[in-house]
């Protein structure tokens, strides 16, 4: 698994196994560290100092602010309706589907096998639990669990 020519590395980024990873058309901010098995897609964007565990799936359309920390396994998506094919079963390509975007704010957390649908926003500071599945936006600091992902607290008083 390669890091293209195509990858913006910033300033002292760690790559802790780059022959374990899938990095692609992806920008990656100053001083950030990235674990093993992660792929980032083309257009994506991460921010300084974030940390990305092993085994997490960053796709097209995401964008992570400064000091966020993306827990292992953590999958993000773009399309709310994926299909393999269109309707006249031919493979589908970049015209034949809507990519959604996603907005992770500065500081946030998200919690291993965390699943983030698309066309959302994880607000500043918020907390996503392990094993959360985000289907709304989560508002800044506020801490979410559960499938779908409900809010149970506020980071600044925890």
Sequence with gaps: MPIASSVTLGRD????HENLVNLYGCQIGDESRVGAFVEIQRGVVIGRRCKISSHSFICEGVEIEDEVFVGHGVMFTNDRVPRATTEEGQLQG???WKLLQTHVGRRASIGSNATILPNLTIGEGALVGAGAVVTRDVPAF???IGSPARVVGDTRSS
Aim: hydrophobic share 80%; net charge negative.
């Design 142 to 144: 506020a801490i979410v």
């Design 94 to 96: 970049d015209a034949d």
């Design 13 to 16: 980024v760690v790559i802790f």
